[in-house]
């Protein structure tokens, strides 16, 4: 914040505090010339207006309120640039990424400052810290099966990952349904956890230019008919010619469709869509190609979180 704006800041809250104290002080003083207890002189319906001061435990709330913000704003950050007595703050601001909230975290720790959201995550951790350890030491098969883990799993889950998934954890468009037991990247106990620990990156190419628009029309409906889609079967083999020719579509997806969890390829047989399962959604797929990052748990969560909410994942997809 400039100068200019922290001076105003200064200027307008004490100000108004000033002013209202002044209020206050003035309307404990008689200016009426009329004895306190005596009639005003105006009546109404019999009911005369009688010269009362303030209430004293009105009157002293009204003070006890202004001394105490006067000393939160002497303590506390709120007067422009002032940070306080206490060199107290909510949290590390203007950090950009996780290197910077680590480093500020140290320097926050190095200079003695008083950040509350780093204290109140110190606090969590030394007293939730130890739960996760004690379950994070069974096997993630073992977490699936333990309704307590399973509960702190789902916690976890709502916490961090229902932004993309769903509370429910079957998705939306562009993000995949973690319920059907369908993985991209192997549903494993142990892919489960990688994908989480480690992310993932999906990239679809565009194959308009190799193919043209006639040949993305083509591959489209060859790949709806492998789902028993009722199509035009000359398209439908036009378009496996080009799935299965050199260097295309098959090298990922394989000669069948049915996918590589190595490269995280989709099987395309099995009627299950990421980003639709319509005709013009499965071209528009092959023609512009497809970019899905799953983001890296590993140094927001840590290894036990990540064991706990993978076998979280697990269990949705229990038989």
């Not at 950090?95 to 008083?114: C, F, M, P, T």
């Not at 994908?195 to 679809?204: F, L, S």
């Not at 098959?250 to 190595?262: A, K, R």
Request: proline share 3%; aromatic share 10%.
């Amino acid at each position: 914040m400039s100068s200019f704006w922290s001076a105003w800041i200064i200027v307008i809250t004490l100000g108004t505090l000033i002013a209202l104290m002044l209020l206050l002080r003035w309307n404990m003083t008689n200016y009426t010339g009329v004895e306190e207890g005596e009639p005003m002189g105006h009546e109404f319906d019999g009911i005369s207006e009688l010269n009362n001061p303030l209430p004293k435990w009105w009157t002293i709330l009204f003070w006890l309120c202004f001394a105490w913000g006067f000393v939160y704003l002497a303590l506390y950050p709120g007067l422009g640039n002032f940070k306080g007595l206490l060199g107290w703050t909510s949290s590390n601001q203007g950090v950009l990424s996780l290197e910077e909230s680590r480093q500020a975290v140290e320097l926050a720790r190095e200079q003695g400052l008083n950040v509350q959201y780093d204290r109140e995550r110190m606090h969590a951790e030394e007293k939730y810290g130890p739960i996760f350890q004690q379950y994070a030491s069974l096997s993630i098969e073992e977490i699936a099966a333990e309704p307590e883990a399973v509960q702190i799993g789902q916690r976890l889950f709502l916490q961090n990952c229902a932004q993309c998934h769903g509370s429910d954890a079957r998705g939306s468009q562009g993000f995949p349904n973690l319920t059907d037991g369908v993985f991209n990247w192997g549903g494993k106990p142990q892919d489960i956890y990688t994908t989480i620990m480690k992310g993932r990156n999906a990239n679809m190419a565009s194959w308009v230019d190799a193919l043209g628009e006639q040949g993305v029309v083509e591959v489209a409906t060859y790949v709806l008919s492998l789902n028993g889609r009722s199509v035009d079967r000359d398209v439908a083999r036009a378009g496996e010619a080009i799935f299965k020719g050199q260097g295309t579509c098959f090298v990922c997806h394989g000669s069948e469709g049915q996918g590589n969890p190595m490269l995280g390829a989709p099987n395309l047989t099995n009627n299950i869509w990421l980003y639709g399962g319509s005709q013009k959604a499965v071209e528009e797929t092959i023609r512009h190609g497809r970019n899905g990052v799953m983001p890296s748990w590993e140094n927001i969560l840590g290894e036990d979180k990540v064991k706990i909410l993978a076998g979280y994942v697990l269990s949705l997809n229990a038989e």
